[in-house]
Nanobody
Framework: QVQLVESGGGSVQAGGSLRLSCAAS????????IGWFRQAPGKEREGVAV????????YYADSMKGRFTISQDNAKNTVYLQMNSLKPEDTAMYYC?????????????????????WGQGTQVTVSS
């Protein structure tokens, strides 16, 4: 049974940092598209970042570029989202998702949120 588990969320003040983790069981992150998404109350879910774990390509939403970094640890079968310079508008539930794929397919899947496996989410709250 495939399970994705996010962790690392919490409450921070504006300007602070958090590192989210996405760990998988029953599923190898090798050569996969692993995406991070978020959903704030009353808003639609949006893409944050995605990584092609086979080739290392990464893509970010414009508002996250320069502040967020997605990375992988293949030995731990884990993908991370380092979030710096957090703003109150970053407050949301953050989800990771996984799908088979490589390269630009990961970008397309991320844009369309076309992932087969999703975690339960971890809450991030940024206060001003």
């Amino acid at each position: 049974q495939v399970q994705l588990v996010e962790s690392g969320g919490g409450s921070v003040q504006a300007g602070g940092s958090l590192r989210l983790s996405c760990a998988a069981s029953g599923y190898s992150f090798s050569s996969k598209c692993i995406g991070w998404f978020r959903q704030a109350p009353g808003k639609e879910r949006e893409g944050v970042a995605v990584i092609d774990t086979g080739g290392g390509s990464t893509y970010y939403a414009d508002s996250m570029k320069g502040r967020f970094t997605i990375s992988q640890d293949n030995a731990k079968n884990t993908v991370y989202l380092q979030m710096n310079s957090l703003k109150p508008e970053d407050t949301a539930m953050y989800y990771c998702a996984a799908a088979p794929g490589r390269g630009t397919y990961c970008y397309t899947a991320w844009i369309h949120q076309d992932f087969g496996y999703w975690g339960q989410g971890t809450q991030v709250t940024v206060s001003s």
